[in-house]
């Protein structure tokens, strides 16, 4: 299978919260992100984890990160129309980083 | 934040032709470029490592002389596609890492070009 994988799509109503998952194989990363690429832009750092840590909250953003699993997943709350783009879930294998296929939210009114 | 800029955004070219995508740091110095491929619904590829003043490393099945890769100074790389050929269609998308970052991200801490979309007629 791939190295990192994620759904495509997800479709969430505007003000409830998306969560994104994502599963991976390599039990050696230590750093896990996630990226946004909005459409016409370059994809942007959002937040990442470190792997000795289960959970990170910034603000709407929360990560989660069940190292046993090997699951990561990245929950937006309260979603708004600017959330929507693509999420991309990344892992580190030495100092290559691995990217999933992307989940494109899709922001129902 | 950081800004790293793609030229061309999209290039159409004849089979048999040679393309060049240049990538820019705008506001930082960049010793590392990296260039990925995109194909539709597929993750980025990373095709190579671009180092300042040496040669490229390029990931296993990414070929040398097909993907020429130069990074002349801090702020540019370039990547041509030589001899391209319609497989060669794809999004390329580079991005950069600051030079002397504090590393608490870790490797992840790159700053994206909005990519270059190459059709190869």
């Known amino acids: 299978g791939e190295d990192v994988e994620q759904s495509l799509f997800l479709s969430v109503r505007e003000g409830d919260s998306s969560v994104i998952n994502c599963t991976y194989t390599?039990?050696?990363?230590?750093?896990l992100y996630w990226y946004k690429q909005e459409p016409g832009a370059g994809l942007q750092l959002l937040t990442y984890?470190?792997?000795?840590?289960d959970m990170k909250q910034d603000q709407r953003l929360t990560v989660l990160l069940n190292k046993k699993d090997k699951h990561l997943s990245l929950r937006i709350a309260d979603t708004q129309t600017g959330d929507s783009a693509i999420y991309f879930c990344?892992?580190?294998?030495?100092?290559?980083?691995?990217f999933g296929k992307g989940t494109r939210l899709h922001i129902l009114p | 934040g950081a800004v790293v800029s793609q030229h061309p955004s999209w290039v159409i070219c004849k089979s048999g032709t040679s393309v060049k995508i240049e990538c820019r740091s705008l506001?930082?110095?960049?010793?590392?470029m990296f260039w990925y491929r995109q194909f539709p619904k597929q993750s980025l590829m990373l095709m190579a490592t671009?180092?300042?003043?040496?040669?490229?490393?390029?990931e296993q099945g990414v070929e040398k002389d097909k993907f020429l890769i130069n990074h002349a100074s801090l702020t540019l790389s370039t990547l041509t596609v030589t001899s391209a050929h319609p497989e060669d269609s794809s999004f390329y998308i580079c991005?950069?890492?600051?030079?002397?970052?504090?590393?608490?991200?870790?490797?992840?801490?790159?700053?994206f070009g909005e990519g270059s979309r190459l059709t190869v007629l």
């Open positions: 991005s950069a890492s600051p030079a002397g970052t504090s590393g608490l991200m870790g490797p992840g801490e790159l700053f």
């Open positions: 390599d039990s050696s990363s230590t750093y």
């Open positions: 984890i470190f792997s000795n840590m």
């Open positions: 990344a892992v580190n294998r030495d100092d290559k980083i691995i």
């Open positions: 506001d930082f110095q960049a010793t590392t």
């Open positions: 671009s180092n300042e003043g040496s040669k490229a490393t390029y």
